[in-house]
């Protein structure tokens, strides 16, 4: 019984939906899964409505009128708060936690890739060719021994990065 009643009331609220919509500004599909919501809801809790079609005409009138309060009192945000430019205090403070754990892990790595790791992350961007001459070693092994560092720093920050992955 309640499936066909379903099935009957459908084009009926599709049709009252668009038609109170678009005075609202709402969105016919999001009027229509609130009034659906209210029906299942009403017929969990009681028989049916004597007059469906009536009960439905005032059902959609109520969530047209509920849906314009709510655009009348909420204001849309300029942009999403998690795509503003600004980074609020917690983007701060985790960038830096960051950049001490990254910090600490090149300074307990072994041999001169502590140096190396430095020179080529550091700020004035130097040449393979000045950095081979502050460390005393061939142009051409800079590239190996780039590999050799970051791949021991690779495993110094897994647990790190492990542990971050489970928690977050």
């Known amino acids: 019984m309640k499936d066909d009643l ?11 939906a668009s038609a109170e919509a678009h005075a609202t500004g709402a969105e016919p599909a999001d009027l ?6 209210r029906l299942l809801e009403h017929l969990a809790a009681a028989a049916p409505p004597r007059d469906p079609q009536r009960w439905l005409r005032r059902a959609v009138r ?6 314009r ?3 009348d009192r909420e204001r849309p945000y300029a942009t999403e708060p998690a795509d503003a ?5 917690e983007h701060v403070v985790l960038a830096a936690v960051g950049r001490r754990v990254l910090r600490e892990a090149v300074h307990r790595l072994p041999g001169r890739c502590p140096r190396l790791l430095r020179a080529l992350l550091a700020p004035e961007d130097p040449t393979y060719r000045e950095i ?3 460390l005393g070693i061939s142009q051409g092994s800079l ?5 050799r560092c970051l791949g021991c720093l690779r495993r110094l ?9 489970v928690r977050g």
């Not at 379903?6 to 009252?16: G, M, Q, S």
């Not at 430019?85 to 205090?89: T, V």
Request: net charge negative; hydrophobic share 50%.
């Open 69 to 71: 309060r709510t655009a």
């Open 157 to 165: 920050l897994a647990p790190v990065v492990a542990a971050r992955e």
């Open 6 to 16: 379903l099935a009957a009331l459908r084009p009926l609220l599709a049709a009252e």
């Open 85 to 89: 430019d600004e980074r609020g205090p």
């Open 143 to 147: 590239g190996p021994e780039r590999a």
């Open 32 to 37: 229509e899964q609130a009034v659906w919501l």
């Open 132 to 134: 081979a001459g502050e």
């Open 62 to 67: 109520a969530e047209s009128r509920r849906a």
